[in-house]
Each structure stands twice: as structure tokens, then as C-alpha cells.
């Protein structure tokens, strides 16, 4: 059946406050009378259902006699059981389009915006189904059974925040932030407290592991950087012969942080000889799936705006239905759901609906249209209906219900979502603009996003300066430290294209769904709208589909 019609009967499902299991938009596709069909369907579904599933449709098939069509698919083709192996997938038609690979370094060919180990589509954008997936398996073989998902989450603060905004609570943020940082730099260094340090002679060799309480040039051009632990402050000169130039230019303000050297003669000050970041493991084992199976990374959809790219979007959900996306069994948003209210000035004259509440309903609408039987994960964004400051919350219980048509599960930012063994860490991002702001071009941009998250990754923290646009919330733990490394980093809010691997860690920052808005405009961004970055589990390579 045309791709038109899976379209059509996912739309008037969504109008009538149901979303659907894909099979079961198949066998409603392939009916003689799909309009008799999908009233059958609507019938034979309980009073209380959210989802229309396969046992409705072939009830309602049976019992009315609108039976498929000799030439409908018949469902996915693949035996129940155990999941497929590597060796099992075929390889995609002939008659499929190739999938293009991208140039090592670049990005998309139209945003230049992405790194390694990437693969686009050939412009789905004309039909919303071309190409295969990055190995060209044979997804009309895919068998979406829900018994073989795994999906935990982890790091979810929501319903445990114990911060009062008080003094003491920003200390204990602060000294628990230290243990776990320090706590990774302390087999690197031979690591003495700030008073140890002080009582030290001379001329002695010394390390010291601090948060990063002042850093700024001399007059000579040397650097002062003074560190702070739990015992006191101690400074350290970075002089600039010492070819330590580029790894200083990367230092922020409260970050973690080791410094080796040799105390002057007064033991006033280490004049240092080496810097070390947390960082990630250069190499290490990452996590996948034992079988064939699909993630789709995607965020900052911002229902509500005039500039919410609604045609796109339906051209991402209607593919979805599609036998080549049967392997996208997961979807998980990076925040910012709605366009919000009040988020920035005269925001009220770009607004398509000016009522939070029912923005969070239509965006509702919206996601019926995604596949019933998808596994979804959401977190919020700094548009959304929640705390400014991080780590946010899940949604409250009255924005929850507006969104439970799709039984997916909403957690805190930043969070961790373990997926059939592949770590992924997800997290808003609204310090990406400040790492952009504070570091040079060429470690950190709006037009490379990924290389901003790779600092956060070496800093092993997403939000590490404070006091600055990035809002911090005290709490008893540091939520916001990157304490185990992931196998894949999702970011969104700067609405920028673009993905690369540091330290076989996948950095994907997965774009937007709203095209350039005049407050854009004013600051200068030119927005990557409609791309869904299309991540496979058992390979961690991925493959980016564009919907404009």
C-alpha cells in the first residue's frame, strides 16, 4: 500500500486521540476497505485505550470481514524467538537507493556541520523512505518484538531533589562535585591537599587535584590558575614556554582539574609542568546490541511555535510506518518538546499557541503519530515547563498526563538510558553555549557543536562553570558529573547539526524541528531543521535522514 495511506490512517488515528502499533497500520493499509477497516478497528478497541495494537485491527478484520489484500504485507517475516544475529540481516534491494557515506571530518552536505564515523541518506525529504540503513539490512525482515528490548534509566533526579538554595547546599554540590572528579585524577597524580602544599619545602616536586577558582593572564604572558579543594587554595603559574598554551585555553571556571609541578624557592606558588583534565579513556570496550535494532536521537521540536516544522515531522512519522524504519524500535528526545511562553523576549508574537498547556496537548497529537509500539525517552529542555536550573526535573504529574498517550518515560536532565547495552547519556545542553562563548573557535562552535561536547566529555561534567547563563540547582550529589562514560553523548538546544566520536565515545547533537525564528535571526543562528539521526545499536554507526 502506498506510503500516502499508512500516512492518512496514522493522521485520523491521532485526530481520534489514538496512536497505533505499526503492524497494526499495516494490516489496516492492506484491507479492501481500509476506511471500514480503521471504524472496525476504532470498535473493537476498549472503551479506555490509548493505542489502537494488532490484536484490535485482526479482531475487528475477522469479525467484519474487510480481510487484507492478496498483495499486503503480512506482517514483519521474521520467525518469533530468539533475536536475529548479524548473520541472519540481508542486504537491502537493489532497487534501494545508496546510502551516502560521509567524507571523513565533514558533515552533511548541507550543513558542513558534523564530524567522523557518519553516514546520510540520500535526501529522503522528496518521500520520507529512501536508502537503507547504514549496512543496508533488510528491514522489511524486522521483527519488532518487545520481549528483546532492554531500556533502564539511570542519574534520574526527579522526585529527589533536596536542595533548599541555601549556602550550605551550594557547598555540598561543590565538595561532592571534588570527591568524584578527583577521585578519577588521583591515580594520575601524586595528589597533596592545598595545606600539605603550603607546608612543603622549597624547590619540591608537587601535584595538587582542585576545582578551578580563578585562571587569568600576567602581565609577562604567563598564566595564574588558582585551584581550590576541601583543605584551601593554592596557585600555579603556567609559564609560556611551556608549550601548555592550547591545553589552558580550555580551562573554565569551576571544573576539576590537576596541575603537576615544582614549588618555587618560597613555596608560594607551583610553577607547573603539566595539566590534567579527568577526561575519558582514550580506548575502552563500548556497549551493543546483540541484534539488529535502531535508535532515533532527536530534539528541540518546539510545537507552539509558528516555525515548528510540522511537515517535516509528519514526513519523519509517516517513515517511520515504513518497512525500511521497522528497525527503529526507540526515540529519544533531548528536550524542549514545546516552544514554551516567556522564554525570551517578545516571544508571544513567534508563538502558534500562546497556552503551555496546550502546546504540551499538541505536541501529544504530534507524538500519536510516531509508532505505538515505540520505546520512548524524554527529558526536558530549558523551553519546557520545568525548573531553569540543572539538573531539571521530569515533568510535573499534571504535564505528564497531557503526555502519557505514548506510555514514554520522562526523566530528568541530564540523564543516563542504558539501551539494549549501549550507554547513552542525554542532556539538553544550554552549557554548550558557553563552553562556544569561552573557549576559541576552533575547539568549540554553533557550526561544530559535537567539539563543544567533547570538552564536556574530557571534563567529565555537562554544566561545569557556574554563575554564569547556565543555571545550577544545589543538591546533595552532583548530578550534572559525567561519573561512568558512555557509549553515545545526546545533546540538542543549540539547534545545530552534528556528531563525531572522541575516545570511542559518539557525540550526536541531533538538530531541531523549527525553522529560524526572528529572535534567530537577531543572534545570528541559522537552525538545522527536520534531521533525525538514525543510530544503530548493535554498530554504534549512524546514519542522519533529512525531512525538509
Known amino acids: ?47 479506555d485505550a490509548l493505542r489502537i495494537t494488532t490484536d484490535h485491527v485482526r ?31 540481508s542486504s537491502a534491494s537493489p532497487d534501494q537507493p545508496p546510502v551516502q557515506t560521509a567524507e571523513p571530518g565533514r558533515s552533511p552536505v548541507e550543513t558542513r556541520g558534523s564530524g567522523a564515523g557518519g553516514a546520510e541518506a540520500d535526501d529522503p525529504a522528496a518521500d520520507a523512505a529512501v536508502g537503507g540503513s547504514a549496512h543496508g539490512h533488510a528491514a522489511a525482515a524486522h521483527d519488532r518484538d518487545p520481549s528483546w528490548r532492554e531500556l533502564e534509566v539511570g542519574n534520574d533526579m526527579t522526585g529527589h531533589s533536596t536542595g533548599t538554595g541555601e549556602y550550605a547546599d551550594f557547598v555540598r554540590t561543590f565538595r561532592d562535585r571534588y570527591e568524584r572528579l578527583s577521585g578519577l585524577l588521583r591515580g594520575r597524580v601524586n595528589h597533596r591537599p592545598a595545606e600539605a602544599i603550603a607546608d612543603m619545602p622549597g624547590g619540591s616536586d608537587a601535584a595538587m587535584i582542585g576545582l578551578v577558582n580563578d585562571v587569568r593572564s600576567t602581565k609577562s604572558g604567563h598564566w595564574l590558575i588558582e585551584l581550590e579543594d576541601t583543605t584551601g587554595t593554592f596557585p600555579a603559574l603556567v609559564m609560556k614556554d611551556k608549550g601548555l598554551a592550547d591545553v589552558v585555553d580550555e580551562i573554565l571556571m569551576d571544573e576539576c582539574l590537576a596541575i603537576e609541578g615544582t614549588l618555587a624557592d618560597d613555596a608560594g606558588i607551583l610553577f607547573a609542568d603539566s595539566l590534567h583534565f579527568p577526561d575519558v579513556p582514550r580506548t575502552r570496550v563500548t556497549g551493543g546490541a546483540d541484534r539488529h535494532v535502531q535508535a532515533a536521537l532527536i530534539s528541540d521540536v518546539h510545537v507552539g511555535s509558528e516555525e515548528f516544522v510540522a511537515d517535516a515531522w509528519s514526513r519523519f512519522t509517516d517513515w517511520l510506518h515504513t518497512p525500511e524504519a521497522a528497525p527503529v524500535e526507540y526515540l529519544l528526545i533531548a528536550g524542549d518538546m514545546v516552544e514554551g511562553v516567556g522564554v525570551y523576549p517578545d516571544q508571544d508574537e513567534e508563538l502558534d499557541v500562546v497556552d503551555i498547556y496546550e502546546q504540551y496537548e499538541l505536541f501529544a497529537e504530534y507524538l500519536k503519530e510516531v509508532p505505538g509500539d515505540t520505546e520512548i525517552v524524554m527529558i526536558p529542555g530549558n523551553h ?51 563552553v562556544i562563548a569561552e573557549l576559541p573557535e576552533e575547539k568549540a562552535s554553533y557550526d561544530e557543536p559535537h567539539k563543544a561536547m567533547f570538552q564536556l566529555l574530557k571534563k567529565r561534567h555537562v554544566a561545569p562553570q557556574f554563575g554564569g547563563h547556565t543555571r545550577v540547582a544545589p543538591e546533595e550529589r552532583d548530578y550534572l558529573v559525567i561519573e561512568d562514560v558512555p557509549d553515545v553523548f545526546h545533546t540538542g538546544h543549540v539547534h545545530k547539526l552534528g556528531w563525531g566520536k572522541y575516545h570511542d565515545v559518539l557525540a550526536v547533537n541531533s538538530g531541531c524541528w523549527q525553522a529560524q525564528t526572528d529572535f534567530q535571526k537577531s543572534v545570528n543562528i541559522d537552525p538545522d531543521a527536520g534531521y533525525a539521526p538514525i543510530l544503530d545499536l548493535d554498530t554504534l554507526e549512524m546514519t542522519v535522514r533529512k525531512f525538509t
Not at 475487528?60 to 533475536?83: F, I, Q, V, W, Y
Not at 540523564?415 to 553555549?433: F, R
Open 1 to 47: 500500500m502506498p506510503l500516502e495511506s499508512n500516512a492518512r490512517i496514522v493522521s485520523e488515528l491521532a485526530s481520534r486521540g489514538y496512536n497505533a502499533e505499526r503492524e497494526a497500520v499495516t494490516l489496516l493499509a492492506g484491507a479492501e476497505d481500509v476506511a471500514a477497516a480503521l471504524e472496525a478497528a476504532v470498535e473493537a478497541a476498549p472503551d
Open 59 to 89: 479482531a475487528a478484520l475477522d469479525g467484519h470481514g474487510t480481510a487484507p489484500s492478496a498483495d499486503a504485507p503480512s506482517g514483519s517475516g521474521a520467525p518469533s524467538g530468539s533475536p536475529p544475529t548479524p548473520s541472519d540481516r
Open 384 to 434: 519546557d515547563a520545568v525548573r531553569l536550573a540543572e539538573p531539571q526535573p521530569g515533568f510535573s504529574e499534571e504535564i505528564r498526563e497531557i503526555m502519557d498517550v505514548h506510555d514514554a518515560r520522562i526523566v530528568s536532565n541530564p540523564a543516563t538510558v542504558s539501551v539494549e547495552g549501549v550507554e547513552v547519556l542525554m542532556y539538553h545542553g544550554v552549557s554548550l553555549d558557553e
